[in-house]
């Protein structure tokens, strides 16, 4: 294992056990490591911070343990036990009613670059770093000693997360077992899952308290869900009661995965009809008049240069949706973009209000759910916004 030497003083944020190393921080590196390599970070001083994963970028190590230990499948195993552990203490694991859950979310679980979702007796794999690719097969020895029978499948999805510049040549796959069976149960529902070629893991498992909340506000209602993507919010407000249901995704391949949902959960219920068409061009036909509105759009920005263009985005969309809502109408509203603030999210979305002159109050302030923790040391891990409004 090489060793990384910091410049003077920049051992300070790894004190506080920040899990990143930055590129600028970097003095020299002993030798010459591949992307992917584990390193040991040493002050300028020589002193012992912390060992991760080597990687070429602006972040260029990520930390996997502030002590000096052998990063080998008993690291694995135990780090592993910690997450599920985690997950069975807040009652998303080992439930009858609900076998979907996030495993392992990365820097909220001290495996920053590692993503696993489970569905059922499927796992999804996804490595965000070279370094979690590198060690994807112990890893995956590691989550079946920790999760025994009930894991039976591990798919490996990982081509289009990995740095591209690595050039490894990645192919999504099966690495353990095999299976046709891609349904799995979230609170009593269920839920075609797209791990082949779905968004994220083929599901957005971070919105499952989300839409539990938006049942309970459906009855009677008449619900557009926007960007519905496979459908999970239209799923929850059919059970709520709702009056009908509209599902919209400039996707056809989604409205299918939609009405497939819709089948498999309530068989014969007319009261659900999808469109694939673009969101502000549906909403500004609505005839029909909606009182209980879900905003979940893809992240509108990836990265701190299209912070501005991306609130712009969110005050568009929330205030063409608070223009056509119904008096007394509920709008559920969210945005995914790590690099938006909670403070940004609310002022765009205060700025719609009062563009619209509309009465709103803020009914819930929404976040990610425990099984997508945040790393109190990290705070770049809360990404997940959202807020009920309750609109005059």
Not at 17 to 38: C, M, Q
């Amino acid at each position: 294992m090489m060793n990384l030497y910091l410049n003077k003083g920049k051992e300070e944020s790894l004190r506080r056990f920040h899990p990143w190393v930055f590129s600028g921080a970097v003095n020299h590196i002993e030798g010459k490591p591949t992307e992917g390599d584990l390193v040991r970070v040493l002050t300028a001083q020589g002193d012992f911070v912390a060992v991760g994963h080597w990687q070429i970028g602006s972040i260029a190590v990520r930390v996997l343990s502030f002590e000096e230990e052998s990063i080998d499948k008993a690291f694995w195993v135990k780090r592993l036990q910690v997450a599920y552990d985690m997950r069975r203490a807040v009652g998303v694991a080992d439930r009858k009613d609900n076998d979907i859950y996030r495993l392992v979310h990365g820097e909220g679980d001290n495996l920053p670059g590692l993503i696993v979702d489970m569905y059922g007796a499927t796992a999804v794999m996804q490595a965000h770093s070279v370094g979690m690719h590198v060690c994807r097969m112990e890893i995956a020895e590691a989550l079946k000693e920790v999760l025994g029978d009930a894991l039976q499948n591990i798919y490996y999805k990982s081509e289009t997360t990995l740095p591209f510049k690595a050039e490894l040549g990645q192919e999504n796959g099966f690495i353990m077992g095999s299976t046709p069976d891609n349904v799995a149960t979230e609170n009593g529902l269920r839920f075609y899952i797209d791990w082949l070629k779905g968004q994220k893991t083929g599901f957005f498992v971070d919105q499952r308290d989300s839409r539990s909340l938006l049942e309970q506000y459906s009855k009677d209602r008449k619900v557009l869900n926007m960007f519905c993507y496979t459908g999970g919010f239209s799923v929850y407000a059919m059970r709520g009661g709702a009056q009908l249901v509209h599902s919209v995704d400039s996707s056809q391949k989604a409205v299918d995965l939609v009405n497939e949902n819709i089948r498999l959960n309530f068989p014969n219920d007319n009261r659900h009809e999808a469109f694939a068409e673009d969101a502000f061009k549906f909403l500004d036909s609505i005839t029909i008049p909606y009182d209980l509105v879900i905003l979940d759009p893809p992240a509108f920005a990836k990265h701190r240069d299209a912070i501005r263009h991306a609130i712009k985005g969110y005050t568009k969309l929330n205030a063409k949706a608070m223009e056509k809502i119904q008096s007394g109408g509920i709008l559920f509203t969210f945005s995914c973009s790590q690099a938006i603030t909670k403070e940004q999210f609310r002022m765009a979305v205060f700025t719609a209000a009062a563009i619209t002159g509309r009465k709103v109050r803020i009914l819930h302030q929404l976040h990610q759910p425990a099984d997508h923790p945040i790393n109190i040391y990290h705070p770049e891990g809360e990404y997940l916004k959202g807020l009920v409004l309750y609109v005059e």
